[in-house]
C-alpha cells in the first residue's frame, strides 16, 4: 500500500513567482527538511507572496500545507492561504506544532491556471515551507529531511533523482564568507579553475549584507578589497569573482553530501534553493570556509568540539575540565526614531524571555559598524554593562545578544535563531513600554533573520594549534601566515537573560602577530581537504582569535597557493611540507603583503 500520496501537484514556497514581503529562508534546509518563505515584518504584516501553477484535472482536492507553529500556546506566526482569491478557514502557524504538514480542508479546483496567495496577519515570523494538492484521501504527505522526504519532493517535482555534474574544477570552495571568496578570488587569479559554493543568496557570511560586521585580525589588502561595499551594504566581491573567467559562484547552493573514496572527497552535491535541482562538482581538491566544518562531517573528518580542558594543551585560559560548551549565535539589529508616534504590538511570547530587560544596547549601527549604545530605560534594572559578567566586559558590544553555547548548532540553529528573536522583541516592547513618552517614535529599522554564526566543529589537523603557541610565538618550520588579535571568549547563559553573556574575556595578550603552520590547515585524515576560518585545527582557546574574518582570509590564501602547488606538483597538500614548503611560504607571503596573485619566477 502506498504510504505517501503518489500524485498532485507540489508548489514548494520558495519557488513562487512573487514573494511580496516574504523572504525566503534557506539556512535551516538540511535540519528541517527544505527553504521556506518568512514573513519577517517585525510587527507588521507583510505583503503577500503570491503564484499561479496549472491544475491539469478538474476536481474535489484536499489541502496541505507545511508550516510551524513556532511559539506554540501563543501563534505569533499566523497565516492564510487563499486559492483564487478564496481564502481557506484553516489558519496556519497555530497549531502548537514544530514543522508538520497541516490539512486546510478541500477545495473544488478546475483544469487550467490556479492562483495561490500567502496573507500573513503578524508580522511576526510566519513560515511556509510547501503547498501540496492532492485527489487522493486521507494521506498526508512525508515530514522531515530524510531520503523518503527528499525523494517524493524530487519526484512531484520532476527533478533528476541523481544530482547532474554541474562542471570539472581543479578547485571546489565550500562556504562563500569572507575566507572563502579570498580563498577563490586568489586561486582564481592563479589561473585555477574554481567552483564557490555559498549557501545564501549573498556574498560574504558574517560581513555580508544579511550579518553586517568587518573583518577584524589580520586585513591585508585582498581582504580589503574583498571587503569593499555597495551603497545598499552587500559587498562587491561578486563583481571581482565574475570578472575571473576561472571562477564560477554558485549562491543559495546548500551541500549536503559527499563522495569518498581512499580518503579523499571525490565530488560534493549542493542542491539549488529555489529550484531544487542538486548538482554535482567534481575536482581534486577542496577547501572548506563553510564555518561549520561541512565538508569534513560529510566525509569523516576528524573533528574537534566544544572547550579542552587545561592539562590537554596546557592553556591558562581553558576551563578544568573538558565541556561541550562553545560560543553561541548572534542576532544583529538597529533601532531609529521617526517622525510620528509608532505603536508595537503586545508580545507576552517575547516578553517571557526577555522579561524585564530594557536595555538596547549593542545595536548594528550601519554595515560594518557595531556595537552601538541604543536606548535603555533604566528603571528596569537589567544591570550595569561591565558588572553583568565574571570577567572583562566594559562596552555594549554586539555580543551581548548570544544564545545556543550549550546546544547542537547543527540541528537547532532554528530555535537559536527564534530565541534570540524573541529576546529582541521582548526588550523592545519593555522600551516601548516602560517609557512610552521618551520612547513613542521608537521603531525597529532592522533586526537580521539571519544569526552570525558562533562555533561548531573544528577541523583535526597535523597540528593542533593552542593558546601556549600562540602566546610564546612559537616557531613553526611550516608557518604559511600571520594572525592577529584578542583572544575572544563570550558565553551567553546570564542567570537571569539567558540571551545575555554570562562571561567575556578579552585577553590582548602582547599584541603581536604569531605564525600560523600549514599543518592547522588540512585535515589530518582526508586527504585533499583544506580548511581556513575559524574551523582550522585549532583549540577552542585559539580558536577564538583564528576566528575572526581577516585571520580567516589570511588561511584562505595559503589554502589557494597550496591548490596551485598541488595541481602545479599533482600532489596533495601534507605532500608540500616536505617538498615545497618555501615556494608556499614564498608566494603566500608575497599576496598576503601585497594582495597581487601572480606566479614568477622570482616568488
Known sequence: MQRYPATGVLVEAEAFDDYGGW????????????????????????????????????????????????????????????????????????????WGWQYGGKKRLEAGPTNLSLHDLTGFGGRCDAIFLTQEEGKAPPNGADDVARAWRRGLRGLPA????????????????????????????????????????????NASVEIGLRPRGTVSPLTDEVYQRHANGDLRVKELLDAESSAS?????????????????????????????ESRFVAPIFVDCSGKAILGLLAGAETLFGQESQTEYGESLAPRLRTNRHHGNTVFFRTRTINTPTPFPNVPWATVIAKDYADLSGQLEKFGTENLAGPKVSNSKPGVPGQEVKRRMTLPMTHYWEYGQNLDPYTQGEHIRDHLLRAIYGTFSNVKSSAPATYANLVLDHVAYVAAQGQFRRYRGAHVLSETDIRTHRQFPDAVVKNRGAFCLHYGGHEKYDFRLADWEW????????????????????????????????????GSNVKFMGNGAEHAIATAVAAHLCRKYGCVARDLVRHHMIELQRLAGAISS?????VSSRI
Open 23 to 98: 523572504v525566503m529562508d534557506s539556512q535551516f534546509d538540511l535540519e528541517m527538511g527544505s527553504p521556506y518563505l518568512l514573513a519577517h515584518g517585525n510587527g507588521v504584516p507583510v505583503a503577500d507572496a503570491t503564484t499561479q501553477i496549472a491544475i491539469s484535472a478538474a476536481g474535489e482536492y484536499h489541502v496541505w500545507l507545511r508550516a510551524k507553529d513556532w511559539v506554540p500556546g501563543h501563534h505569533p506566526g499566523r497565516f492564510t492561504l487563499s486559492i483564487n482569491d478564496e481564502i481557506l478557514l484553516t489558519v496556519f502557524g497555530a497549531n502548537d506544532c514544530d
Open 507 to 542: 585577553d590582548e595578550r602582547d599584541g603581536k602577530d604569531y605564525d600560523v603552520p600549514f599543518r592547522c590547515l588540512y585535515s589530518v585524515n582526508i586527504r585533499n581537504l583544506m580548511m581556513a576560518g575559524k574551523h582550522i585545527s585549532a583549540t577552542h582557546i585559539a
Open 249 to 277: 559562484v554558485f549562491l543559495n547552493h546548500t551541500v549536503y553530501s559527499v563522495g569518498v573514496a581512499d580518503s579523499s572527497i571525490t565530488f560534493v552535491d549542493a542542491r539549488d534553493a529555489r529550484s531544487g535541482r
Open 594 to 598: 601585497t594582495g597581487q596573485c601572480q
Open 162 to 205: 541523481e544530482p547532474v555534474v554541474a562542471g570539472s574544477f581543479d578547485l571546489v570552495v565550500a562556504g562563500g564568507g569572507v575566507p572563502g571568496c579570498v580563498a577563490a578570488l586568489a586561486a582564481a587569479r592563479l589561473g585555477i579553475r574554481v567552483a564557490l559554493i555559498q549557501d545564501r543568496p549573498y556574498l560574504g557570511g
